[in-house]
């Protein structure tokens, strides 16, 4: 049974504040994002015009940036009804090769095999207790070749123990669970770097996962 803390943090962490808004929707988390996203675009092949699915897309610097790119046919998605009002301000000039919608992304409203390619920048983190649902529908949802491309923060060992202890049903992302989760949906890692971030309470990390690859892992590390 889910305690009142467990139902408090979930819904702290799952909801941005005015603050945190305030930072991922400017113009300098934009052109981080799209940073981002060439460097990881750079590790990775995808079909001619693919079929791409985001996660958290905040205010569409990634997806404008996969139409622009890969003429990519892009379903950006967010939890947050303000975000996708705001992307669909900006995106507006895309036309038809966006579709933006409300989703949870604990379940997906899409067919099976839908994606060449499903991109997650930082969202994760955001659901404490129900990634593991994230990398089961995102799998689903994927082409047999699919990708799944992502960053996120992970809570260092030291930490996600006592927050576990304290939020027993909010199980908090760690990088090791996570790539045990991905290999039990046939995933196989074909990219991942790495940084440290305050002070070593967290972990950045940067990844590519594909089901094509299966039990096959071929890493980049990069300590920082």
């Known amino acids: ?16 504040t005015t603050i945190e808004k305030r930072a991922v929707n400017s113009p300098e988390h934009a052109r ?7 460097s990881l675009l750079e ?6 015009r693919p079929i791409c699915l985001e996660l958290g897309c905040g205010q569409g610097a990634l997806a404008r940036l996969l139409v622009e790119r890969l003429n990519a ?7 947050d009804p303000t975000q996708v009002d705001l992307a669909v301000a900006r995106l507006k000039d895309l036309g038809e090769h966006i579709s933006l919608r409300v989703v949870d992304a604990r379940e997906l409203p899409f067919a099976d095999g839908t994606f060449d390619a499903v991109f997650s920048f ?28 992502f960053t996120d923060y992970y809570v260092a060992r030291w930490l996600a ?3 576990n202890r ?3 049903s909010s199980e908090q992302l760690m990088y090791e669970p996570l790539r045990e989760a991905l290999a039990e949906r046939g995933f196989g890692i074909t990219y991942h770097t790495w940084e440290r971030q305050a ?14 690859a299966g039990g096959r892992r071929t890493s980049k590390h990069e300590t920082r």
């Open 1 to 16: 049974m889910e305690s009142r803390g467990d139902a408090w943090w979930k819904r702290r962490m799952m909801r941005l």
């Open 32 to 38: 981080r994002t799209v940073e981002i996203g060439l």
């Open 43 to 48: 590790h990775v092949s995808l079909p001619d």
């Open 73 to 79: 046919r892009m379903t950006a998605t967010d939890l």
């Open 122 to 149: 930082g969202a994760m983190h955001h659901i404490p207790g129900g990634w593991r649902r994230v990398i089961a529908d995102v799998a689903r949802v994927l082409t047999p070749e699919g990708r799944f491309i």
């Open 161 to 163: 123990a006592p927050l």
């Open 166 to 168: 304290l939020f027993p």
């Open 199 to 212: 002070g070593g309470l967290l972990t950045y990390g940067k990844t590519i996962a594909s089901k094509a």
